[in-house]
């Protein structure tokens, strides 16, 4: 079923950014993949009139290799899908996501705006199905990627990063008053509002669990009133989720992430 079928609600073709973050990726980055993504969408577009348009925000945080150059490279192919937010200085991926997701909302282009890992775990394919359940649900303000293994999905996760995930996502759910079920999936979609960029104003305190810290600030400016967030954030099971070599999360990061989750809870919900 068509996005046009499913909604009368838009009056004009939805359009989302997604941003990239990069950190030395120049040899694993496959813009093969995300060029055909472009291609198969515009396609899509010339049969389905309210079918998105989207556009990549690749975030090059502070890369020391040639990251940079295969983004020019790709943007040159896809001038107007491909933009470009080089920072000189590594500062982490909360804070390239977080840089490229209010550059994303400044440009005033979109009325849509998330976050993929750039290692495609999972596929681009899956970026107009979480999109699409907030254009059909306007009371939505975000849909999350959840990697849920379920007869006829296809989700690989090693087995030490599932277990862990799991107690994590028990623990951040405690603390949230939220049963989310898998808070670390880098695949998210945020309805644009003014809303979504106070939230966004400030840096994270966490390097890794900022997808937490995004949710406990819009809990903060709700008054903690977890009940109305439930309503406004749906996990979508995801059809396809693989784990990729050569991920920078260690198996210690999930130790900093238990206490970023406390300064998390101490700053915005205590």
């Known amino acids: 079923m068509s996005f046009e079928q499913e909604s009368n609600r838009e009056v004009q073709r939805p359009r989302c950014t997604i941003v990239v973050p990069c950190y030395n990726e120049a040899r694993r980055l ?28 690749f975030v090059n945080d502070g890369s020391r290799d040639n990251t940079v150059a295969v983004l020019t490279s790709f943007q040159e192919e896809y001038p107007d899908q491909v933009r470009i937010l080089d920072k000189k200085v590594n500062g982490g991926k909360a804070e390239a996501v977080r840089d490229g997701m209010l550059a994303a909302i400044e440009d005033r282009w979109c009325h849509y705006v998330g976050f993929w890992d750039a290692d495609l775990a999972t596929p681009l394919d899956s970026i107009p199905k979480l999109l699409k359940e907030l254009v059909v649900n306007p009371e939505l303000l975000m849909v999350f990627g959840s990697r849920i293994r379920l007869l006829g999905r296809h989700v ?10 799991r107690v994590f996502a028990t623990f951040a759910s405690l603390m949230l008053h939220l049963p989310v079920y898998d808070t670390q999936c880098g695949a998210k979609i945020f309805r644009v509002t003014p809303e979504l960029a ?22 903060a400016v709700r008054n903690k009133q977890s009940k109305r967030l439930h309503d406004e954030v749906y996990e979508y099971p995801l059809d396809h989720w693989e784990d990729v070599a050569g991920s920078k999360v260690k198996p210690g990061d999930f130790l ?13 919900l205590a």
């Open 256 to 268: 900093l992430a238990f206490g970023d989750t406390v300064r998390i809870y101490a700053k915005y």
């Open 198 to 219: 106070e939230i966004l104003k400030a840096p994270f305190l966490s390097k890794w669990v900022f997808d937490v810290e995004i949710l406990a600030r819009f809990l």
């Open 156 to 165: 690989h996760r090693k087995a030490s990063r599932h277990y862990l995930g």
């Open 30 to 57: 496959n813009t093969q993949a995300f060029g055909h993504f472009l291609e198969m969408a515009a396609l899509s577009r010339q049969d389905d009139s309210l079918f998105p348009e989207i556009r990549f925000l």
